[in-house]
């Protein structure tokens, strides 16, 4: 049996004919820049995501792009956030010319480790970027006030993590400006690429607005300079097929979840999961005996855009997903070079072994397949292959 990484034609099956029928409706009207559907799609989110104001653009990397512009950052700044990321999370500051200052992760759930933020915190912070990464939120609490009262902004990188929850709210919503991706593979993928951006400060959100526009307003009269960053009318239309289901296969990948932990450990391969302890302490995951380290499920609402585990020995990784793949399983390495060590950013003079937590993890964390429409068959035959394994290797 091949279990798939991801299948989407599953997905759009089930909704084919309704998807059908958005297309067509835009086809006809064809106002394809900022039609109706934008409109429309954007309050939608919004009021998914529990934010006053939902601003469309072209792709979550563009969203964080256009989200420093607006505050203006570049040059002398200093941004901190995770080095244990997709690329897009650090090469917007890159682009602006100012300086990404990486604090190292937590082991547990592989998002910022608030200790490490509040310690890389200079009178040059001009930012903070926490991304959710795998679907849940990271620890914020900790450095979100005193980020506030030093007047830092705080820009949350929610690509993966659309419907999350931190302390019983969505994400998005507790920094200044929550961005969105709507990357086929996310949890909302669209039919290309597409982000948006979340904000509930007015002057804030017209300002993205007008950013995303070239930064024209009235349209030919430039005071600010923008990009070229909108949401296709005919993506726009498409994503409101698929918003009213989100929130269904947010729960069925929580239960996929649940039933790899519970036949993993059931198996011997993996310890139950101990929590987090609020993220901060460095390695207590070396407690458990097993081969395989299951993802800590410590904030409210996990939406498991990934499900990635870890083998205790890192060396065994690559070993695994050969392993997997002859079996016919799909699995991915997120993200196999953590960000301070990618040649583009050799500016910022990063070396190996400055940020060790988010260099293990780069070496020893797999992603199984998760999608919603997975079957308990496919996820009995991926533990049946972890089982078949040889953990002790050579
Ligand atoms: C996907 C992703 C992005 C970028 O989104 P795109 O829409 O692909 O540009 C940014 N940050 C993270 C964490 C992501 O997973």
Not at 35 to 54: L, M, N, Q, T
Not at 138 to 156: F, Q, T, Y
Not at 177 to 186: A, D, I, L, R
Not at 338 to 359: I, M, N, T, V
């Amino acid at each position: 049996m091949n279990v798939p990484l991801l299948d989407l034609g599953r997905q759009h099956q089930a909704i084919e004919t309704e998807l059908r029928a958005a297309f067509n409706t835009v086809l006809r009207h064809g106002k394809f820049i900022l039609g109706p559907e934008v409109v429309e799609f954007e309050k939608e989110v919004a009021s998914h995501c529990g934010a006053k104001h939902a601003i469309s653009c072209a792709s979550g990397s563009d969203a964080l792009l256009l989200a420093l512009m607006a505050f203006d950052i570049g040059p002398g700044d200093e941004v901190i956030t995770s080095p244990y990321s997709f690329f897009a999370t650090a090469s917007c500051i890159a682009r602006l010319g100012a300086k990404a200052v990486f604090a190292d992760i937590s082991l547990r759930c592989y998002n910022l480790d608030p200790a490490d933020v509040l310690k890389k915190i200079t009178p040059r912070t001009k930012a903070i970027i926490p991304v959710h990464l795998y679907g849940q939120a990271a620890d914020m609490a900790p450095w979100l006030d005193e980020a506030k009262r030093r007047g830092i902004r705080v820009i949350e990188d929610a690509a993966q993590a659309i419907g999350a929850h931190y302390r019983g709210r969505p994400v998005g919503g507790f920094g200044d400006v929550g961005c969105f991706s709507f990357f086929p593979s996310k949890n909302l993928g669209g039919f290309g690429d597409g982000g948006l951006m979340t904000a509930n400060d007015d002057a804030l959100a017209e300002k993205l607005r007008v950013l995303r526009v070239h930064g024209g307003k009235p349209k030919y009269y430039h005071n600010l300079l923008g990009v070229n960053s909108r949401l296709d009318t005919v993506q726009a239309a498409l994503l409101r097929v698929k918003l009213p289901h989100l929130e269904g296969w947010a729960a069925a990948r929580a239960r996929n979840a649940a039933l790899y932990t519970k036949l993993l450990v059931e198996a011997g391969i993996a310890s139950p999961s101990q929590g987090c302890n609020g993220c901060t302490h460095e390695a207590s995951d070396e407690a458990g005996k097993a081969p395989l380290i299951l993802p800590a499920a410590c904030q409210s609402r996990h939406v498991y855009n990934q499900f990635v585990v870890r083998t205790r020995i890192p060396a065994a990784r690559d070993r695994l997903r050969d392993h997997l793949q002859n079996a016919g399983i799909g699995t991915e390495i997120y993200y196999p070079v953590p960000l301070h060590l990618q040649k583009c950013f050799a500016a910022w003079s990063y070396k190996a072994g400055d940020l060790p937590r988010a260099e293990k993890a780069a070496a020893s964390t797999l992603a199984l397949p998760i999608f919603p429409e997975l079957t308990e068959a496919e996820i009995r035959e991926v533990v049946r292959c972890l089982g078949g394994f040889d953990w002790r290797g050579e």
